[in-house]
């Protein structure tokens, strides 16, 4: 069964910090498929990045970045600058196959920015 | 081009009333899925649609159905309401193509249900 962690219930910064947020997952699947949403307090969530599991390219898009890491199971997310827009929860998500849509979500780390 | 839309945003019902949640895809997209968010249980899969079957099911009871149009739009239904389904809704809708390695879920801002 697949299963994704993100240990950091919570995490409070202040603005202009650099902050990451942790996400490690278990699947057996050798094809898989991982994702960050971001969900601010109006509840909708924002997909912000996907990655598959052939591709262990590192992206960076503006403040965000994200390291994926196969050899610790880890897909870790870093915020650089912080700014108080960042505040909301954030869900790293597992789909196994191209096949199948059902995505596994990690229990989420809320983060705050304080101004 | 418009995100994914549901309807209602909020609901109140009572214990063993039903209620039918529905949700309008982006266009072009022909899967939608369903998730269940609450505080205890986090976010869990409840089933997908495509092209107006139920192509994949999560662990809940009977209780939670659903189905999709032609339109691609769906409706999810919970019958015989319990406290513990106070949750907020959340659907999903993706391209839906089977093999792709592109397709992301992308989501609607949620039903939020309370059951008294």
Known sequence: AQKVTQAQTEISVVEKEDVTLDCVYE?????YYLFWYKQPPSGELVFLIRRNSFDEQN???GRYS??????????NFTITASQVVDSAVYFCALSEAAGRRALTFGSGTRLQVQP | ?????????YL???RGQQVTLSCSPISGHRSVSWYQ???????QFLFEYFSETQRNKGNFPGRFSGRQFSNSRSEMNVSTLELGDSALYLCASSLGETGSYTDTQYFGPGTRLTVL
Do not use: C, H, M, Y
């Open chain 1, 27 to 31: 699947t057996r699947d050798t094809t």
């Open chain 1, 59 to 61: 992206e960076i898009s």
């Open chain 2, 12 to 14: 109140i019902k009572t």
């Open chain 2, 1 to 9: 081009k418009a995100g994914v839309t549901q309807t209602p945003r």
């Open chain 1, 66 to 75: 994200w390291n994926f890491q196969k050899s610790t199971s880890s897909f």
């Open chain 2, 37 to 43: 968010q609450t505080p205890g249980q986090g976010l």
